[in-house]
Structures are given as structure tokens and as C-alpha cells.
């Protein structure tokens, strides 16, 4: 065969591939139907338009050849159960067109001139556009078949470091690097904590919310056909409240006073404004064997972690806390874990409730789990007693009532991705491939052989890779169900 022939061929082969990825959404392209064609256009010019102006929201996965849904870790690993399932199946599609239209939401608050359309019209479109395409593409085998296949969410590790770079080599180096800092983590916990330089910060107060209240919104919220418990919006705000933690920070420097995001004037990092005491909270969820727990989600952001010597490869721009309590059906927690945002530092805190598993590989990033705590009661909450500098987690504690006066705001986790700026629009906190610009840490040149892409730098929900070895997600859907047997009865 000649080699003009050939390459013809290949031609031929990645061109049909590229037609074959993008169905069913070019024949909604080509549609006699014009009102199809129009909202096929729409979906088209909106996506060249943000991709343009760079503002495409990272949170959640985009799936090819259905631009109007997106897809989170937890809806790709429903799918099995959807697709034996009908009424199963159509909840999943509109979940996914739920997540694509908050994402659609945000981007086109961001974009710097907007579409055609005012804000308010255009979401008005695409949220018209996106039911009308799902409700043709659901009706057709061929094209629930392809979303089966595709709703999958790409994990933040590349291969070709991990098959052709030195992750092979080094595997067992960085784990015995892991098990050092674990193993002087563990002996932190055991010091005993000076209360000096220490200032404690307490969400707004509420009155104790009875956990027979807390089981019967769970259950109630649990009813459709996915099993997911979505409470509504003021029941969210409540229970958000009820379990929010406490905060005990050592105080040495501004780097230690966690506040609101903001953008300044021609920045191009967002800045912490300490001035506005705001803990970012949201839902998130887990599936346990057959059921599906809510999970509440609480993060803070500090304006950096200095250095603490010169070369310090961990020092940079902006740091935080990500904590997270997985609930019981009945309301009472089961295990709480933590991450920084960049991803950094996973740590599990089980109550009795919680059977830790043993590590299917030694060397594998399993369960670190500094200290166990005791089954949290009505009106408890934990305490967070957190480093200067570092930030680290050095002890939890339980509270109950009124412990401090300096209180601190609860505001939703998704105003980051689309923060205030005077007389320009909006701009997210994180940039198209979920990272805050200007938060790289060294250290990612130093961890390049595990894979993960820019380890130092803090990222949005979603595109949290926490382990140096192994693969590991804070958002992975099994994630407690491969590591914990909890006691549900």
C-alpha cells in the first residue's frame, strides 16, 4: 500500500471517529426540525464562546456528543443501576442535565461580553434547549446506549507518567515517603496542644436539631428512583448548620485568618479578604453497598502557608481545609475525613460506627487515620484544632452549645465559581482544568512520577487526586465503601 494511501486511510478512520464521538449531537445539528437546529446552534455558539473567553467550569465531566449534560463520580457509578432500570435511567438523564445546567449558569455569568442574549434570557435558553434535546436523545436505543458507554468522569492522573515515567520505579520510594509523614503525623496527635495564640471560631448559632428530624428528612429526600437523598434548599441550609464544625486556630500572622475569596483589581489569583469569617459549605454524597449517603462538605481558605524555611517546596499562595462528615441514614455521623484543597493530606476520623478494611496492596495510599473519635451526640459538633503555618489538623475534639463568640458564616460552595468583581463580570475561582491559578507548589515537579497533574495546586470540588500512590478521589463514589464497614442498624 502506498503511503499516500495509508495516510488517506487514516484520514478516513479519525474522521469518522471524531463523527462517531460527536453523535448524537450532529444529527440535532442537521435536523429538518428547525427548532432542533436552532437549539442544536445555540449549544455550539455558546460552547465556542466560553471556550474563547476560557471559562469553562471544571466541576463537573463533559460528555461527548451531549453537550447539554454533565456527569459527576457519583452518577457514573449509578449507571449499572440505571440502565436496568427505567425510571432510574430518566432521573440519571435529568441529574445530568441539572449538573450541566449549573455549570451553563456560571459559565455564562463569566463570560466577559456574554452571548447574544442578557444572562437571565440566555440560561432561560439553554435550560429550554437542554430538555428539548434530552427528552429526543432518551427516546432513541442507539443514543441511550452511547450515554451508558460515555458518562464516565476522567480521573486526574496521567498515564503516560505512570506507564512510561518513573512512577514504576519509584512507587515503593514515595510510599515509604507516605508512611514517614504518616507515621509523623500520628506522633503530632499525641503532643500536648498549648492553648496560647489560639482563637476559636463557631458556626452561627441554631437550636439542636433532633436526629428523628434529621432520619425523616433523609429518608423522605431518598425517595426517587436513584436512591440520592436531596433534601430541599432550606432543609439543606439546616442541616448545613446543624453539623458544622468549630475552629481552633493558632494565630501567628495574617497567613492564619481563613476568610471569604475575592478577586482583587487585576489580580489573577483570587485573595482571602479576613475580614468576612465565611466557611464554604455544599452537599455530597456516597453510595454505600445499595444505598446512597449524604455527605456535607465544609471548607475554609487561609491566604497562604509561608514558608518555614528559605526553599520551602510546600509554601505558596492560598491554603485551606476541606472537611467532611458521611451521615447514617438516622442522622448520626459515621466517619468525618479532610483534605487540604490542593488535595493534600487525606485524613479519616471514624467513630465507632466505622470498621476500618485492610489495604488490598501495602504499598498502596489506603486509610490514614491519625485519631479515632466517639459517636457524636444531638447538639455535639467537632472541633478543629489547626496549626499555624502548616495548617495542619493537630487534634480533633467534640463541643457542644455556645463555645466561642467569634462566629463564623456559612456561604454555598458554589459562589467560587463565579465571584464578584466591580464592574466586570463575574470570575471563578478556578480555571478550566479546575486549578487556582497562581497556587502551584514546587512540589510538583518533585511528585511528577505519580501522576498527578499539579500537586501543589488548589482545585476545585471534583478534581481532588489525593493519593501519591495508588488512584484515589476525594469525590470517588466507593471511596468509604471499599474502606469501611459501617454500622447502619
Wanted: charged share 25%.
Amino acid at each position: 500500500m502506498s503511503p499516500r494511501r495509508a495516510f488517506a486511510l487514516v484520514a478516513t478512520f479519525l474522521v469518522a471517529g471524531c463523527a462517531t464521538l460527536n453523535a448524537p449531537f450532529d444529527q440535532h445539528l442537521g435536523s429538518e426540525a428547525p427548532q432542533v437546529r436552532e437549539c442544536a446552534d445555540w449549544y455550539r455558539d455558546l460552547d465556542e464562546q466560553v471556550d474563547m473567553a476560557g471559562v469553562r467550569d471544571a466541576q463537573d465531566a463533559r460528555i461527548a456528543g451531549f453537550p447539554y449534560l454533565r456527569v459527576s463520580r457519583l452518577l457514573a457509578d449509578l449507571l449499572p443501576r440505571a440502565a436496568a432500570n427505567e425510571p432510574a435511567l430518566q432521573a440519571l438523564a435529568d441529574r445530568m442535565l441539572a449538573l450541566d445546567l449549573a455549570a451553563r449558569r456560571y459559565e455564562i455569568m463569566n463570560l466577559p461580553s456574554g452571548p447574544v442574549l442578557r444572562p437571565a434570557e440566555a440560561l432561560q435558553r439553554t435550560q429550554h434547549c437542554g430538555r428539548l434535546l434530552r427528552e429526543l436523545d432518551m427516546a432513541k436505543p442507539e443514543a441511550r446506549q452511547l450515554l451508558l458507554q460515555r458518562a464516565q468522569v476522567p480521573d486526574d492522573y496521567r498515564l503516560g507518567y505512570r506507564f512510561f515515567g518513573l512512577y514504576a520505579l519509584t512507587r515503593f520510594a514515595i510510599a515509604e515517603g507516605v508512611k514517614r509523614y504518616e507515621a509523623q503525623m500520628q506522633e503530632a496527635f499525641q503532643r500536648e496542644l498549648s492553648s496560647a495564640g489560639r482563637v476559636r471560631h463557631a458556626p452561627p448559632p441554631i437550636q439542636p436539631l433532633p436526629r428523628e428530624r434529621v432520619a425523616a428528612v433523609l429518608k423522605r429526600a431518598s425517595g426517587n428512583p436513584l436512591g440520592i437523598p436531596e433534601p430541599g434548599e432550606a432543609e439543606l441550609a439546616e442541616l448545613l448548620a446543624a453539623y458544622a464544625p468549630s475552629f481552633d486556630i493558632e494565630m501567628k500572622g495574617d497567613f492564619d485568618r481563613f476568610g471569604a475569596l475575592r478577586w482583587p483589581r487585576h489580580g489573577k489569583t483570587p485573595e482571602v479578604d479576613g475580614a468576612q469569617l465565611v466557611v464554604y459549605a455544599q452537599p455530597a454524597w456516597t453510595r454505600y453497598r445499595n444505598l446512597v449517603l449524604l455527605q456535607l462538605v465544609y471548607t475554609i481558605w487561609f491566604p497562604e502557608r509561608p514558608p518555614a524555611s528559605p526553599g520551602d517546596i510546600l509554601a505558596g499562595k492560598l491554603d485551606g481545609i476541606t472537611w467532611r462528615v458521611t451521615l447514617a441514614p438516622d442522622g448520626e455521623p459515621l466517619v468525618y475525613d479532610t483534605i487540604h484543597p490542593c488535595g493534600c493530606y487525606h485524613q479519616f476520623f471514624p467513630t465507632p460506627r466505622a470498621q476500618a478494611r485492610a489495604a488490598p496492596d501495602q504499598l498502596e495510599e489506603w486509610l490514614f487515620a491519625p485519631q479515632a473519635l466517639p459517636r457524636i451526640a444531638e447538639g455535639e459538633r467537632p472541633l478543629l484544632r489547626i496549626a499555624s503555618g502548616t495548617h495542619y489538623i493537630e487534634r480533633v475534639g467534640v463541643v457542644r452549645g455556645s463555645d466561642s463568640l467569634a462566629r463564623y458564616e456559612l456561604r454555598p460552595y458554589d459562589e467560587l465559581r463565579s465571584l464578584v468583581r466591580l464592574g466586570e463580570p463575574g470570575a471563578s475561582a478556578f480555571g478550566p482544568d479546575g486549578l487556582v491559578a497562581g497556587t502551584e507548589r514546587p512540589e510538583r515537579f518533585i511528585f511528577w512520577p505519580t501522576g498527578i497533574v499539579s500537586a501543589g495546586a488548589m482545585r476545585q470540588w471534583g478534581r481532588h487526586a489525593t493519593a501519591f500512590v495508588g488512584r484515589r478521589h476525594f469525590d470517588d463514589a466507593d471511596l468509604f465503601d471499599k474502606r469501611f464497614r459501617f454500622e447502619l442498624e
